[in-house]
């Protein structure tokens, strides 16, 4: 390399007797780029104020009137005689309870799929149950019935089996 020859990426030439420099150049900076235009402000909001406490409801201090009573019925037959000893309103016994003989019927019908003679005895405990309930003044009419139907099925059921084991000669 001569002397008279720049040196790489714009390095001054220098002569081969004058001391070396170990510092290293700085590149030069980059041409500064045009302005872009500016964005559109936007603009600048307060943050939104507390929300005041919901005033207290006013009420009335008056209380509204209402109408008085109706006056209470009058009944349907006032001039009906009533036989003595007897009251004009039906018995009302406790619509809760339950009639045992039709609950007692109706686990019997039940039982009587497996023993012939609880069967018998779930027609009779279910009939006497559907006389108790009759006029809703028990609760069970339902279970009598079914009880009853079950009864009648599972009795019915066993006298044609019966039948049947005593033509093959076997017994129960």
Known sequence: MSSTNPGQYGETPQDPAAPQHTAPLVPPAPPARP????APSVPQYAAPAAPAA???PQYATQQPQYAP?????????????????FSQQ???ADPARWSGMAVT???????GFILPLASLISIVFSSIGLSATRGNI???RALAVWGLTLGIISCTLGAIFGVIGAMQGNSF
């Open 138 to 140: 028990r609760r069970g």
């Open 90 to 92: 039906m018995p009302q």
């Open 105 to 111: 019927g109706f686990i019997l019908s039940i039982a």
């Open 35 to 38: 302005a872009a235009p500016s």
């Open 54 to 56: 919901p005033a207290a």
């Open 69 to 85: 009573p109706a006056p209470p019925l009058p009944q349907q037959h006032p001039s009906a005689p009533v036989a003595p000893g």
